[in-house]
C-alpha cells in the first residue's frame, strides 16, 4: 500500500527541536576536562592523597 505524500508540504528543516550547538561540548567543559585530565596523569604520592582529603582506601 502506498503512502500519500503532498508534494507542495515544505521539507522538515534541520534538527526540529535540538540546538546547532547539540553535541559540541563548550569551552567550560573541555577545560575542566582537561584539568581532570591533568590530575589524572599527574605524579601521586601518599602526602598528596592525604592532603587531598581522599578516602582511606586500606581496610
Not at 534538527?15 to 601521586?44: I, N
Amino acid at each position: 500500500m502506498r503512502t500519500h505524500t503532498d508534494s507542495t508540504a515544505p521539507a522538515p528543516a534541520g534538527r526540529g527541536l535540538q540546538s546547532p550547538a547539540y553535541g559540541v561540548p563548550s569551552p567550560a567543559l573541555l577545560a575542566r576536562a582537561d584539568r581532570g585530565f591533568a590530575r589524572f596523569l599527574g605524579q601521586h604520592d601518599e602526602d598528596q592523597d592525604d592532603v587531598a582529603g581522599g578516602e582511606d582506601t586500606q581496610r
